[in-house]
């Protein structure tokens, strides 16, 4: 059994979705540069995929890998509806060697919400290549907004149609992961965690001690240590250093602050040991980065004189 | 007025969402690195950006930039929903000079269907820094469902956190789109174009001729060559190269055909021709193309032996 592995932060884009009635131009094979999800309306689907054939019953989907040639291996059939789709980035083919259990762990997401955290931290999504989902007409009325969607076209209409599309994949993920796990709910330690990460984004400006925190959430401190390694994959104290050079660097770009004022309102230690986590980080010193930057802004690049989007660099 | 342009295609990423009841800490100027949609709760909400004071009641939304500083310029108020979250690319700012009716023009969407458009072809929704959606109790329950998504944390969460925050910015666009324009609905001239983009897409490899498509669709050439450009952007030649091209660059990577069967495959006239639009378009020669694929492949980078991503090449 083949799975498909979905980057939780993918750009899913739809190219086109319909219904198609089967006729007898589905025996020519066919293919296209997208993703395609079919989702059988009317029973019996006779498709053939490579060298495999498929009879499909109502409810069931299939997903084909761009290019992947199908056609039907016999005359006749009902109707399925179909979308093609891009992703960036490209959806996994994982094979049935794998341990889904282990595919299916999906607490690491977490670190995501670290302020600092980027794109490639997102979780991952997985879905079957062949499945016939619990919520069948749920998505079969997905399916029907889409197609309405598409034959009367309104303002932002693909915008909603991207939208459809990301539910039909989440309804056929949380339908693995059901299968798969006995108890989705996440262990309590990701509560503790929350409040964590909570607690640093606000005070980290501030002296952030071990002794605060472990009386703020009432936890020894060793015991936050773990489970904040074990959701963000990072340490408590680099975390606090992240945060803090990201505000750095704002203040730098942003304002005609002192790189002494900076390292004080930020309550690093002393300007030298600031330098040194900020080059540590950033691989260039404080000034440097102010220079920089400075000079990609004289350059005349639009899109740095706007505070719009300063988490970029 | 200040206006926010999306990209339609953005990755909206939800870093944290909580509902605020004002307290004294409020007082104190605050802000994070990412953009902020607070939406009020319970009336009234005092707040402070940058030297505007606003006073927002029950149902209204103020989008903050990232790193933006808010706090209540005088004590008491209400409570407030707030979600923090990155966009990629960023939200653009747009001042009250530009005219709007103008932005919200979104039929340039269309040229994203086509199959060989890439990212930046999508469209852009507009949403105002300060609002009031119509639909403010499904705004408001959408918030809900990501407080109790936050507390009682179950598999792909973050997946559907995200989800809710593009349901979010959907209303708010939808509303301004409503507000602005009286008429939604796009020219009928949209369907043709989408009926001419499939032919198109069905009939590339074949012998497509303005005959064939001027009989298939009911309609003058001409007039099928004006609304393709005006959607598109580019030509009906120019798009069947395209279509063509990119199954020459899959059938190069994936099969050992001759460039000269490629040629007579995809219909072209002869095989110089064919190299010829193939440089034109990708800029190197198809034998050349071919090479440099399969160097990179005997290079080992696992992300190319997979026929999971070739849109991409």
Redesign the interface.
């Known amino acids: 059994m083949d799975y498909f592995s979905i980057n939780?932060?993918s750009?899913l884009?739809v190219?086109?979705s319909r219904l198609y009635n089967i006729d007898p131009n589905f025996l020519i094979p066919r293919a296209?540069?997208?993703y395609e999800l079919i989702m059988v309306a009317d029973s019996p689907v006779f498709i053939q995929v490579g060298q495999e054939k498929y009879t499909l019953n109502g409810g069931d989907c299939l997903l084909l890998?761009?290019?992947?040639e199908h056609f039907a291996w016999k005359p006749g059939g009902g109707s399925f509806f179909w979308v093609q789709f891009?992703s960036?980035p490209?959806?996994?083919?994982i094979d049935a060697g794998d341990n889904l259990t282990s595919l299916?762990k999906?607490c690491h997401?977490?670190s995501?919400?670290l302020?600092t955290s980027t794109?490639e931290h997102?979780?991952k999504?997985i879905i079957p290549r062949l499945y016939t989902p619990s919520r069948r007409y749920e998505c079969l009325h997905t399916f029907e907004i889409m197609i309405n969607e598409?034959?009367?076209?309104?303002?932002?209409?693909?915008?909603?149609l991207?939208?459809c599309l990301?539910?039909l994949i989440?309804i056929s993920?949380?339908d693995l992961?059901d299968k798969v796990?006995s108890d989705?709910?996440?262990p309590a330690s990701?509560?503790t965690y929350?409040r964590l990460v909570?607690i640093l984004?606000e005070s980290y400006m501030l002296e952030c001690t071990a002794a605060s925190i472990e009386r703020m959430l009432d936890r020894k401190y060793e015991y936050l240590c773990n489970i904040f390694k074990k959701y963000s994959g990072i340490t408590i104290n680099l975390y606090l250093q992240q945060l803090r050079i990201?505000?750095a660097k704002?203040l730098l770009r942003?304002t005609e602050k002192s790189v002494q004022d900076i390292a004080f309102e930020l309550s690093f230690e002393n300007p030298l040991y600031f330098s040194k986590t900020f080059k540590k980080l950033e691989g260039l010193s404080p000034s440097h980065y102010r220079d920089k930057f400075q000079t990609l802004l004289s350059a005349g690049n639009p899109?740095l004189t706007?505070?719009?989007?300063?988490?970029?660099y």
């Not at 598409?150 to 909603?160: A, D, I, L, S, V």
């Not at 706007?306 to 970029?312: E, G, I, S």
């Open positions: 939780g932060l750009r884009d190219k086109w296209n540069p997208h890998l761009p290019w992947e891009s960036d490209s959806l996994e083919l299916l999906i997401t977490s995501n919400f302020r794109n997102a979780g999504l598409f034959n009367k076209p309104k303002g932002y209409y693909h915008y909603r991207n939208r990301a539910k989440e993920a949380e992961l796990m989705i709910n996440l990701i509560i929350q909570e984004n990201q505000r704002y942003e899109s706007k505070a719009t989007a300063p988490n970029l």
